[in-house]
């Protein structure tokens, strides 16, 4: 049982580049979430998706975008990246229910210089 | 702003002690606070969870008390063990879904 998959695990970028961090799971969940990790900051929600062609933005969602078009997919597109985008990025899922549990991927880390 | 806030940001406790981590949020919309257990190169996990109309909910070594009136919880680790060393989460949400709001995090590590 796979549950949320992310690749890739690690990516260093150039300030500039773009690049997509890729998130499935095979758990049929409606939701889906992105955050990042940092230091003494916690997670904190990048954008979420409530179902296939719903998307909405979280506490930081700036230089970030995200698309749905499949229940198992979720990828977040950096446009141009910028060293503060330099984090731990975590997608997670739930079933669209009241408090449902959140299943995190394992991480991509990435370094932007 | 952070709307949970989360202290210590670590913690050493020696084996068979108590940890205790303490979270504290603004929001009274909140209804639904969550603590997530993460290992070094893992995600978070969901540990245990609870809801304001209890002030505490135990599920083996792990307790949550909680304070409606203080806006204020905490989770207790009693006995602790080298096998509980990770990242510990608090959290909050409101009514309306799973949209969660974490703390800063602590960093727990039981010594042998």
């Known amino acids: 049982n796979a549950g949320v998959t992310q690749t890739p695990k690690f990516q260093v970028l150039k300030t500039g580049q773009s690049m997509t961090l890729q998130c499935a799971q095979d758990?049929?969940?409606?939701?889906m979430s992105w955050y990042r990790q940092d230091p003494g900051m916690g997670l904190r929600l990048i954008h979420y998706?409530?179902?296939?062609?719903?998307?909405d933005q979280g506490e930081v969602p700036n230089g970030y975008n995200v698309s749905r078009s499949t229940t198992e997919d979720f990828p977040l597109r950096l446009l141009s990246a910028a060293p503060s985008q330099t984090s731990v990025y975590f997608c997670?899922?739930?079933?669209?229910?009241?408090?449902?549990?959140?299943?995190f991927g394992e991480g991509s880390r990435l370094t932007v210089l | 702003q952070q709307q949970v806030k989360q202290s210590p940001q670590s913690l050493i406790v020696q084996k068979g002690g108590i940890s205790i981590i303490n979270c504290a949020y603004e929001?009274?919309?909140?209804?639904?606070f969550p603590w997530y257990q993460q290992f070094p190169g893992k995600g978070p996990a969901l540990l245990i969870a609870?809801?304001?109309?209890?002030s505490e909910k135990k599920e083996g070594r792990f307790t949550i008390s909680f304070n409606k009136s203080a806006k204020q919880f905490s989770l207790h680790i009693m006995d602790s063990q080298p096998g509980d060393s990770a990242t510990y989460f608090c959290?909050?949400?409101?009514?309306?879904?799973?949209?969660?709001?974490f703390g800063g995090g602590t960093r727990v590590l039981v010594k042998p």
């Open positions: 959290a909050a949400s409101k009514a309306a879904g799973n949209k969660l709001t």
């Open positions: 998706s409530v179902g296939a062609g719903i998307t």
């Open positions: 929001n009274t919309a909140f209804d639904y």
């Open positions: 758990m049929n969940h409606e939701y």
């Open positions: 609870i809801r304001p109309d209890v």
């Open positions: 997670a899922s739930s079933e669209q229910s009241l408090h449902g549990e959140l299943f």
